[in-house]
Nanobody, 119 residues
Framework: QVQLVESGGGLVQAGGSLRLSCAAS?????MGWFRQAPGKEREFVAAMSWRGTDYADSVKGRFTISRDNAKNTVYLQMNSLKPEDTAVYYC?????????????????WGQGTQVTVSS
């Protein structure tokens, strides 16, 4: 069983930056981030495995996912934040290596961290 603990959310003005962290307690293959805004479905943001990375079109060029294998931690650096980025951000992980954008492909989830971007 893998446990994921997230940190780093908060309130920021449009154009600002935040960095989210997610520490995993067990072995993982792929790790990634999803987000869910009120009244909307959970959507893919970014993910990575040793095979590479993938990003949602809406965050390409603004968000960067990275991983510290020694700490078994994945990060999401979010720059040039927009009000439409406001959501609860969830860390997700799975033992497989293929990157997926469907939340049903991930077995492990963090508790979520709120990101609010004011205009």
């Amino acid at each position: 069983q893998v446990q994921l603990v997230e940190s780093g959310g908060g309130l920021v003005q449009a154009g600002g930056s935040l960095r989210l962290s997610c520490a995993a307690s067990g072995r993982t293959g792929i790790m990634g981030w999803f987000r869910q805004a009120p009244g909307k479905e959970r959507e893919f943001v970014a993910a990575m495995s040793w095979r590479g990375t993938d990003y949602a079109d809406s965050v390409k060029g603004r968000f960067t996912i990275s991983r510290d294998n020694a700490k078994n931690t994945v990060y999401l650096q979010m720059n040039s934040l927009k009000p439409e980025d406001t959501a609860v951000y969830y860390c997700a992980a799975d033992i497989r290596l293929r990157i997926g954008v469907d939340p049903r492909e991930y077995d492990y989830w963090g508790q979520g961290t709120q990101v609010t971007v004011s205009s």
